[in-house]
């Protein structure tokens, strides 16, 4: 993929079919220690450790319409050949954790690309969820929570299209105000 904010769609939506009610984003744009490190958390059904390592496989996939799963074993190629690492933590009944770190000024390191939007289609599609995306710089941090969000709402839906046009806005602006720029 030649974005990374494709990798985190895919992965968030891995959390989803996990039956997880929490999905944490986060993103560490470190220049000083020249790290960029992604992050999804959830409290899905997790895996075990022998799933963990076929899940890896691109040959491996436990959904019925399709025979291979591409998702992790692509990330995990990504991180690698910017001699980064890549990581999945998982415990059954209590989630999973995949973390995948890149060299930052790495030339094939992939663009984040459009994170906001990538949330955004996340809590639009699931506004029964919640959803935390983190974004730290060394300008500062963000932090989206749709619980917050959703408490100040009250009664309208996070998933009305006013909403949506107010919360893209917002973490735009945001992004900027700490610097992230891919």
């Not at 076929?54 to 025979?67: G, L, N, Q």
Request: contains cysteine; aromatic residues 8%; negative net charge.
């Amino acid at each position: 993929m030649k974005e990374l904010a494709l990798h985190i769609l895919d992965i968030a939506q891995n959390s989803i079919r996990a039956n997880a009610t929490l999905v944490e984003i986060e993103i560490e744009d470190n220049l000083n220690d020249n790290r960029y490190q992604i992050s999804i958390i959830d409290d899905g059904t997790g895996m075990d450790e022998d799933t963990i390592q076929k899940a890896i496989d691109p040959f491996y996939t436990s959904r019925t319409t399709r025979k291979v799963g591409l998702g992790l074993s692509m990330f995990k190629q990504n991180a690698e050949m910017c001699d980064g690492t890549f990581d999945v933590k998982s415990k059954l009944g209590e989630g999973s954790k995949v973390t995948a770190t890149f060299i930052h000024n790495h030339l094939d390191r992939p663009v984040l690309g459009d994170i906001a939007g990538v949330v955004l289609m996340l809590v639009y599609a699931n506004p029964e969820l919640d959803f935390i995306y983190r974004h730290s710089t060394n300008n500062g941090e963000y932090i989206f929570n749709t619980w917050e969000v959703k408490e100040q709402l009250g009664e309208v839906p996070i998933n009305t299209p006013e909403v949506k046009r107010y919360l893209e806005e917002m973490i735009r602006e945001n992004l900027v105000e700490i610097g992230s720029n891919n």
